[in-house]
């Protein structure tokens, strides 16, 4: 055994970091985190101090006994978790392990810490170790009792007032109440009618257009001209009259490259630019840190990725510099190397941004060793990189204004005189309309000039509502507010759509009626607590303890006082009062009161008489549409209820129509009213009936029983009927991905079985 033990995270780390440590280590992995709070109340106990009780992670036992066995046998022990709050309690949670073990007698415990796995950070990491910063570990600690003493209260009490399964957490709460506002605003907004005026012209060959921009003597805003007859009036005053150039405005513009990726940034331009979510740009980002194989062993390929400093390493800075001199003309290299100020409150100065950990190694020279996630993201970040030390983008604008009668048109144009960063890489953005009149080109137009009238024209226009958050603009908004840390966004995200809380509709988040039920209970009961600048003085204060200017102890006992105090005050809510939502209007049944009201299919308007009145109809319909509904029922010819013998007729639900028994609610028998395809399988459960193909509400194929309710079994993948070689499960199903192409598996967890029946296909030019 080896004198010394160096441990990481990951197990994909290991074989590198073996390779440039020698013979004389022994390098094992923890597989992430080895310790959490045991999984009760009272884990963490704010009568005394907030004490903690720990446990070692089930799946991860296998993984500690093999590092006590090694640290029994080596001398010297490196922690070389990630270098981040999260590592650094990692490591500590092992060294409290090791001690519990009685195993550091004698021991030397060392910490390392490196942001790149390439042999010269990682040399140097170990040849310059620390002590854990015990700062760093009281800053995660607070995090994690945080989110526990949020989440063991406040879930309880969702189960309580609205019903079982929700969660709240600290920094997803705000999140949903973000997607729930933007929600209100689109709904509450009013399109406004407006109209613009345009002239068409040309000289020589040349066309052009310009935009009414002055109408007797006064500039135009927005609503200046509000409907089509003003607008017709405008054009009647202008015609007839000629055009004529009166004033012509040249500048030079420049536009400098964007800083390098920091984790928030690289999220949204993967979102943008990839169409990633947020959680594939950062587990394909893990993939490229840890490493990759590329012809001469495995090799980190960009720095760690959970930063938000815009920092680079001189040596990086100067790697890049002569690389842009080798390949480009000199007008692309600066005169001094480009510095970049981190926007991020308490960024992380020591850090670096993501990088390439070599400028050198180019997206083609390791193209056919990279999956195609791998390879556009690791793309992405290399352009980035070479770009933000390139020039800046120069352009020549010019902005003519154009006399007819008593209007004056304004001819805007932009040419790019020189690429600069441009030619490498541009940044994207988000929910901006095309400007195509700034990109055009004009003739040469000169004061005096008169241009013929070649149309004049009135465009309508309607304001738009503000758009829906994207995952990169929820990532934005998230980062500007201050809310969570970037390395927490994609769990954020997705947390919000396991829970249903949320649906992506065209890249678009839309809460559902559970998630603004949950955000409206949260927002009237505990507005402090998901109050945007509450949850960010927070942030403020666990970077406060990372860095010793706070105690983590106080922290949490002022936040818990008053959270406690809420939590109490609120048990006293009646569910009626969260779930339902008054309506001024009676029912056409029974005269009483309508309300809307939440079950287990979301919000739907039902009488306040219920149950002695059952009057519902969905939250969308009017009175009338639900009249006519029930008035004339679509009866199925020639079928009856399989459960009772009673009438089968056409009924509409939350998701639209479907085929149910006229005594409902006496006979519950419902079926879908498009026939769904069998597959033909034998249900592997039952044993009686057949698996069917079926939609999930959000569309999503499935394949079920056909005697549901009676046999709930259910799979994703498509079933074949053949016997699992491994387990002897009656069926297979067949599933595709990218990277490992279509397999037969089997549906059982447990069994793990899996067969290659075609391997993904080969990358094409394209990709």
């Not at 988000?430 to 149309?455: C, I, N, R």
Request: hydrophobic fraction near 35%; proline fraction near 5%; charged fraction near 30%.
């Amino acid at each position: 055994m080896s004198a010394n033990l160096l441990i990481v995270e990951s197990p994909s780390k290991a074989k590198p970091l073996k390779k440039y440590l020698g013979s004389d280590f022994e390098v094992l992995a923890s597989y992430g985190h080895v310790r959490d709070l045991v999984p009760k109340n009272g884990a963490v106990d704010p009568e005394h101090d907030f004490a903690m009780k720990y446990q070692i992670i089930a799946r991860n036992s296998k993984h500690v006994d093999a590092i006590a066995a090694a640290v029994r046998e080596a001398d010297t022990i490196y922690l070389a978790t990630d270098p981040d709050r999260e590592g650094e309690a990692i490591s500590w949670h092992l060294m409290e392990i090791l001690k519990n073990k009685k195993l550091l007698k004698d021991k030397k415990v060392m910490r390392v810490v490196f942001h790149e796995i390439t042999r010269n950070a990682v040399l140097e990491a170990v040849a310059n170790p620390r002590e854990i910063s015990q700062d760093m570990v009281d800053a995660q600690q607070a995090r994690r009792a945080l989110d526990y003493l949020v989440g063991f209260n406040l879930s309880p009490l969702l189960w309580k007032k609205i019903r079982r399964g929700l969660s709240a957490g600290r920094v997803q709460s705000p999140a949903l109440r973000l997607i729930c506002e933007r929600e209100i605003e689109i709904r509450a907004f009013t399109a406004q009618e407006y109209w613009s005026v345009h002239l068409d012209s040309h000289k020589g060959r040349q066309k052009f257009g310009a935009k009414l921009n002055e109408w007797q003597g006064k500039k135009l805003e927005q609503f200046d001209i509000p409907d089509e007859a003003t607008q017709a009036s405008v054009l009647a005053a202008l015609s007839g009259h000629d055009a004529a150039v009166t004033a012509v405005e040249k500048k030079k513009k420049s536009r400098n490259p964007a800083a390098p990726f920091t984790t928030s940034t690289l999220q949204q331009e993967g979102v943008r630019k990839l169409g990633m979510t947020t959680d594939r740009t950062m587990r394909t980002a893990q993939q490229l840190y840890e490493g990759i194989d590329v012809g001469q062993g495995q090799i980190g390929l960009i720095t760690y990725m959970r930063t938000d400093s815009v920092a680079l390493a001189n040596d990086a800075v100067e790697e890049i510099r002569f690389y842009i001199g080798q390949h480009f003309d000199a007008d692309y290299l600066p005169k001094t190397p480009s510095v970049f100020k981190n926007k991020a409150k308490n960024a992380q100065e020591a850090h670096e941004a993501v990088r390439p950990t070599s400028i050198f190694r180019t997206p083609e020279s390791v193209k056919p060793f990279l999956t195609a996630d791998q390879f556009k993201l690791y793309d992405m970040v290399w352009k980035r990189t070479l770009a933000c030390q390139m020039t800046a983008a120069k352009f020549d604008t010019t902005a003519v204004d154009i006399a007819v009668g008593d209007g004056v048109f304004r001819a805007t144009g932009q040419v790019q005189t020189f690429a600069g960063f441009i030619a490498v890489y541009q940044e994207d953005v988000d929910d901006t309309a095309d400007d195509d009149e700034d990109s055009a080109k004009l003739p040469l137009l000169e004061v005096g000039d008169v241009l013929p009238v070649d149309k004049l024209s009135g465009e309508q226009h309607f304001t738009q509502p503000p758009p829906r958050y994207s995952e990169a603009s929820l990532v934005k908004t998230l980062e500007e507010y201050g809310i969570g840390r970037p390395s927490t966004y994609a769990s954020i995200i997705s947390t919000l759509k396991d829970r249903e809380y949320v649906i992506l509709d065209k890249k678009r988040f839309q809460p559902t009626d559970t998630g603004e039920i949950v955000n409206k209970f949260l927002t009237e009961h505990f507005a402090q607590y998901v109050d945007y600048h509450f949850t960010a003085r927070l942030e403020d204060q666990l970077d406060d303890i990372s860095t010793g200017k706070r105690q983590w102890i106080p922290v949490l006992d002022g936040f818990w006082k008053g959270f406690h105090k809420q939590i109490t005050e609120k048990e006293s809510i009646s569910r009626a009062e969260v779930t339902t939502e008054s309506l001024d209007e009676a029912c056409p049944k029974c005269g009483k009161p309508l309300n809307i009201r939440f079950g287990k299919r979301g919000r739907f308007i039902g009488c306040t008489g219920y149950p002695d009145c059952d009057y519902t109809r969905n939250l969308n319909e009017t009175a009338e549409q639900a009249a006519a509904e029930e008035e004339a029922p679509v009866i199925i010819e020639d079928r009856v209820c399989p459960e009772d013998g009673g009438q089968l007729v056409v009924k509409k639900g939350r998701y639209g129509k479907f085929i149910g028994c006229a005594n409902y609610p006496k006979c519950k028998h419902i079926e879908p009213l498009e026939k769904p395809r069998d597959t033909g399988v034998e249900c592997p459960e039952c044993k009686t009936g057949h698996l069917i193909e079926r939609k999930s509400r959000y569309g999503k194929l499935f394949y079920s029983c056909n005697t549901y309710p009676k046999c709930k079994y259910a799979t994703w993948n498509p079933p074949v009927a053949e016997t699992c070689p491994k387990c002897g499960w009656p069926i297979l199903t067949i599933k595709t991905t990218k990277r490992r192409g279509t397999e037969k598996v089997c549906p059982q967890k447990e069994c793990g079985y899996s067969e290659v029946i075609a391997p993904p296909e080969a990358k094409t030019a394209e990709e």
